[in-house]
């Protein structure tokens, strides 16, 4: 694929096929007492359950075994604020690559543990005041290395497609014809493959990406229909969807491809994180709680609906567990 | 089959069939991260994800089923700490059943919820001056209902033997021959029903119960040859598994089929609620823990070989898990 070219569902199927062995297929599950609560019928999917713990092994897997394969690229360089990097740390380790990742020296501990545990190496950046494309650039530059960046790319974004390729099926399987899906969006990678994949297999669904309040540029590029920045100086739980703006590619699919996004508080964040952990046994990091939040915050919005809800990733420290538990 | 017969592989081929609509079938799933510590191939058998979010409603349903399918029983009395309250509560939910669950009074409220969320009644036991098996048989023949043990019967072992038919496919599936399994064990059901499951496919696996110390009734029985009873007075994190004594159709069963016990401190339970947490992220009760602790204690013994852990459950309460985090 060549770099601005928007993936399409063949390329998913092919993503699919290239990580088919590596990757945990996750369980598509339901729970009575959430479709009780709703009045319909949710289908949650567990990439809390993929290897590293987020969907994000996906994408980047797909991509550098792709490096590996045709050009042997061993030297990788790469941006994450945790997820991303552990994925990009995974895949190095299991493709005999060596990765250089930067990441923002307030990640949650568990990610930069999981990053080191693979054997890649760490540059923090301080994300009030610099900019972690630059440096990563600059890195790639001086080592000779290939850079995996984190959504906007199509052999990423069709890595995390084969998301929705695999909600689809376990759906069908199950002869349910889902109305909506709501997904996580950061810089939009996940949302956009998902939606490839979701709507040429259920043509009428609605996709909608989920946001937290103060980084819902994708929400507010959608209505106004070019890429909004979010305002500096915020700050949010949901450290795994921070990014200042929608990707060049990944807005140009979702601009196309989803329904309006939805904003969630932090306290509907930490509910959702309460709520899988109650009913569903699952650790669901904020980020990756987001779309669960969305549900719960507007249960007359999904009444009578099949709804898919994805859990993307469950990479929490344990403080910020307690601190959901408790409040 | 009658009351004290011990089910067969083919009562466990009944069984799965009779639940098999009814159940979510639970992931096999591996760790590096697991393996690479340990020098060793674990399958990890996550039950917490089961329906109620423990194995118990595998047995309850399939016991409870053949009642309604029989002789129409409506009216069913149980008794439990609370996992087994929680199964035979939802399974009385679908099956248009109403029961009446003695449960003890220091019950995770996780347990207590769940168990009223389903519509059941609960009459609570102090349990350390009265015997719920008395309090149960009274009521059951003032009300003329009929006795779902929680572990005591070969319809209810029977159904907890589908665990082990799970596991069975689903390791073969990978090509993978267990060499040993670490199952928990409270009254001895679930160990039980896997240990006939898995030594039908696998004749040379070894299956070890494991029990939190002070409640290591089973193991001290395996050893002696005869039921032994745990001293009063103690008390243990693991709530599931406090029984008194091993049952007697269990025993029957245990005595001929399982490897010597492990027996695992409340620390050890408390690290690999963590570990789980960590890096599985999963939630799971401490008496869902012990079989991951019994291997992150003795790791050594398990070096080389292909090995089954049950996590069993994930009931429990925030404080406790918070506990877990925190120490």
């Known amino acids: 694929m060549t770099k601005d070219a928007a993936p399409n569902y063949s390329d998913l199927i092919l993503a699919a096929r290239n990580i088919r062995q590596f990757i945990h297929p996750t369980p598509l599950f339901h729970s009575s007492i959430l479709d009780e609560s709703v009045g319909a019928r949710i289908l949650l999917k567990a990439e809390t359950l993929?290897?590293?713990?987020?969907?994000?092994?996906?994408?980047?897997?797909?991509?550098?075994?792709?490096?590996?394969?045709?050009?042997?690229?061993?030297?990788?360089?790469?941006?994450s604020s945790g997820n991303h990097a552990q994925a990009v740390a995974a895949a190095a380790n299991i493709l005999g690559q060596h990765?250089?990742?930067?990441m923002p020296?307030?990640?949650?501990?568990?990610?930069?543990?999981?990053?080191?545990?693979?054997?890649?190496?760490?540059?923090?950046?301080?994300?009030?005041n610099e900019v972690r494309e630059k440096i990563g650039e600059s890195v790639a530059k001086e080592r000779d290395a290939i850079i995996v960046p984190p959504y906007d790319d199509p052999d990423v974004i069709a890595g995390q497609g084969t998301v929705g390729l695999e909600i689809a099926s376990q759906a069908l399987a199950r002869d349910i014809i889902p109305d909506i899906a709501l997904v996580p969006c950061g810089g939009g990678g996940l949302v956009a493959g998902c939606a490839i994949a979701l709507q040429t297999q259920f043509?009428?669904?609605?996709?909608?990406?989920?946001?937290?309040?103060?980084?819902?540029?994708?929400?507010?590029?959608?209505?106004?229909?070019?890429?909004?920045?979010?305002?500096?100086?915020?700050?949010?739980?949901?450290?795994?969807?921070?990014?200042?703006?929608?990707?060049?590619?990944?807005?140009?699919?979702?601009?196309e491809r989803l329904s309006d996004g939805v904003v969630v508080t932090e306290e509907q964040v930490l509910n959702a994180m309460r709520f899988a952990f109650r009913h569903f046994k699952l650790v669901v990091e904020p980020g990756g709680a987001i779309a669960l939040a969305a549900l719960l915050a507007n249960k007359p919005s999904y009444r009578n609906k099949n709804v898919v809800v994805l859990l993307s990733g469950g990479n929490v420290d344990s403080d910020i567990f307690g601190h959901a538990l408790g409040s």
């Open 203 to 255: 043509p009428s669904i609605r996709v909608h990406p989920v946001e937290p309040e103060n980084f819902d540029d994708t929400t507010r590029s959608l209505v106004s229909k070019k890429r909004m920045k979010n305002s500096p100086g915020h700050q949010s739980i949901c450290d795994s969807l921070l990014a200042p703006t929608p990707g060049s590619l990944t807005f140009k699919i979702n601009a």
């Open 99 to 102: 990765a250089t990742i930067i």
């Open 105 to 128: 020296t307030d990640a949650p501990k568990a990610k930069i543990d999981g990053t080191q545990r693979y054997g890649s190496e760490i540059i923090f950046y301080n994300r009030e």
């Open 50 to 79: 993929q290897r590293t713990g987020s969907f994000k092994f996906r994408g980047a897997f797909n991509k550098m075994r792709h490096l590996k394969a045709k050009k042997n690229h061993t030297e990788i360089v790469s941006w």
